[in-house]
């Protein structure tokens, strides 16, 4: 937020454009009483309650800005932090956060949501809602890295975040798998457990689903810690040969367990655009990665399935 000026010489029209609050926000019921600015230089921080959530306050170093109260580590109220050089430090486990921006210098936290501020005649408003414009896109880069560096602390909340975001059971799966065949390079038991998972959110009640998904996820995770990610592999360079080869080829690669090849067939199949009229045929890249690493592990192939939904094609059965 931009420096504020003299709260008795301004209004929040009168003030220069350095000392209007940045993203202006928009007046409404939707903001929230804080205090007067010369209450609010005088403390230092105060907390006023939000929609659902606390929010923090600050004056610092010339300027305003507020962030959710409750730090997204494990909750430690912020307003009991420390704030210095424009950097706001958790004083349970010493997480860092850029105070304007709510973003964290330390990933075992997420960022802490942050709130715009309006000035009405040297009195502070803080908006109601946080200024995150896409929670469940946040909450999904935070799968991603909870699972990269493998915290499952950072994983339980995305997963809770994307179903509160309205993100689907399924495309949590999906993106989980995405992440399991992309960082390791072969199937692995965390794998077949997130699907077991999966096959069991339809049983289960609202409230367990998050469980489910986490310990399939986590599993996922823990499979990938120092693992060689996956290789790249290619279709074969040719238009010579007909659906029924590749079929067969593909029967004989997977008896035999020879992964690379059987993966090579069913790629060349998909560049193919073979089987006519299949859905196999409609999938793209990373699906395709999904269904090479299921078909070709013999194990896998009967239980795994085509998680975009509409389908549900048990993967590798179309060239079996
Ligand atoms: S609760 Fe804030 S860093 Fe852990």
Not at 10 to 19: Q, R, V, W
Not at 31 to 59: D, M, N, S, Y
Not at 218 to 242: G, S
Not at 297 to 304: H, L, Q, V
Request: net charge positive; glycine share 6%; hydrophobic share 40%.
């Amino acid at each position: 937020m931009a420096p504020i000026d003299d709260p008795h010489q301004h209004s929040s029209e009168e003030n220069s454009p350095a000392a209007v609050p940045e993203p202006r926000p928009r007046s409404g019921a939707n903001f929230i009483r804080v205090a007067t600015l010369e209450e609010l230089q005088t403390k230092g921080c105060v907390a006023v309650k939000g929609a659902g959530r606390p929010i923090a306050v600050f004056h610092h170093d010339g300027r305003v800005h507020a962030v959710d109260n409750r730090c997204p580590h494990m909750g430690f109220p912020l307003h009991k932090g420390t704030v210095k050089d424009g950097i706001l430090t958790c004083h349970w486990h010493h997480a860092r956060f850029d105070l304007a921006s709510g973003c964290t210098f330390d990933l075992f936290a997420d960022d802490v949501p942050a709130y715009a501020i309006e000035v009405r005649d040297g009195t502070l408003w803080v908006s109601a809602h946080p200024r995150r414009a896409n929670e469940a896109r946040y909450r999904q880069q935070r799968l991603h890295n909870g699972m990269e560096q493998g915290i499952a602390l950072v994983i339980a909340k995305a997963v809770i975040g994307m179903l509160r975001s309205k993100v689907g059971s399924q495309d949590i799966v999906r993106q989980a798998l995405l992440f399991g065949a992309r960082y390791r390079d072969g199937w692995s038991s965390g794998m077949t457990i997130l699907m077991t998972m999966a096959n069991l959110v339809p049983w289960l009640r609202e409230e367990e689903i998050y469980l489910a998904l986490y310990q399939g996820v986590t599993r996922v995770a823990d499979d990938c810690q120092d693992e060689v990610p996956r290789r790249e592999n290619h279709p074969l360079d040719t238009n010579e040969l007909d659906f029924a080869t590749l079929k067969r080829w593909f029967r004989y690669r997977t008896q035999v367990r020879h992964r690379d090849a059987a993966e090579r067939t069913l790629l060349t199949a998909i560049a193919r655009r073979f089987p006519p009229r299949s859905s196999l045929t409609r999938l793209r890249w990373p699906t395709y990665r999904l269904i090479t690493v299921a078909a070709s592990i013999e194990e896998c192939t009967p239980g795994f399935h085509d998680l975009r939904g509409e389908t549900r094609v048990p993967l590798g059965r179309s060239l079996c």
